[in-house]
């Protein structure tokens, strides 16, 4: 039989080579924890700054877009404010006919109003 303290040498060098090994265990267990970690973060950034790259492309094609309707509608304004000036100065009375029969038609599309029962 052993004597105690050699049993207990024995016994303190085990537990401390699990600790050891534990630790290296855990260790790389947080390492490669980290390392997935600091992979899903760059994975999200791209695709953030890829998502916000396109929303920008994006916005700047609808600005685009927004701006050349807007000078097309003001050339359009333009050219039917001259051709109505231009009806106007030569046919007014036409004008004025064809003012009339859109307001009669206008008013036949509305519902009639009741009649206060007395």
Known sequence: MKPLSEAARETTA???EV???TAENAKAT???AKARLQDGYDRARTAT???AAKG???ADAAREAA???Y???K????RANSKLKEVAEEQPLALVAGAVAIGALIGSLLPKGRKDED
């Open 67 to 69: 701006g050349q309707a």
């Open 56 to 58: 920008k492309e994006q």
């Open 19 to 21: 600790a050891q090994k």
């Open 75 to 78: 050339v359009r304004a333009k």
């Open 30 to 32: 947080a390492g490669a």
């Open 71 to 73: 000078e097309k509608g």
């Open 49 to 51: 700054s890829d998502l």
């Open 14 to 16: 085990k537990v401390s």
